[in-house]
């Protein structure tokens, strides 16, 4: 059974950093696979960054994120800089049908 299990949200204010963390159970999951999507109150979800493509990011979010993984670890990380407001949501992980539960990321202005 895989799991998909994210940690790193909180509340911060406007121009600080995150670090988000998403570890697969199981060692042989393809954490490539894995991408970072975020839903904000009343909106869709939606991708925020992938590996696809050399990276992938939401136009939103390009320059002030980083997608990357540690495949020892099975985990994968999306560095997040320069907050805006804008950015507050639930922040999930997904990938091949599995999806975490969700970290709640909170930008204060």
């Known amino acids: 059974q895989v799991q998909l299990v994210e940690s790193g949200g909180g509340l911060v204010q406007a121009g600080e950093s995150l670090r988000l963390s998403c570890t697969a159970s199981?060692?042989?999951?393809?954490?490539?696979?894995i991408g970072w999507y975020r839903q904000a109150p009343g909106k869709q979800r939606e991708l925020v960054a992938g590996?696809?493509?050399?990276?992938r990011y939401a136009d939103s979010v390009k320059g002030r994120f980083t997608i990357s993984g540690d495949r020892a670890k099975n985990t994968v990380y999306l560095q997040m800089n320069s907050l805006k407001p804008e950015d507050t949501a639930v922040y999930y992980c997904?990938?091949?049908?599995?999806w975490g539960k969700g970290t709640l990321v909170t930008v204060s202005s």
């Open positions: 590996f696809t493509s050399g990276g």
């Open positions: 997904g990938g091949l049908s599995y």
């Open positions: 199981g060692s042989m999951f393809p954490i490539y696979n």
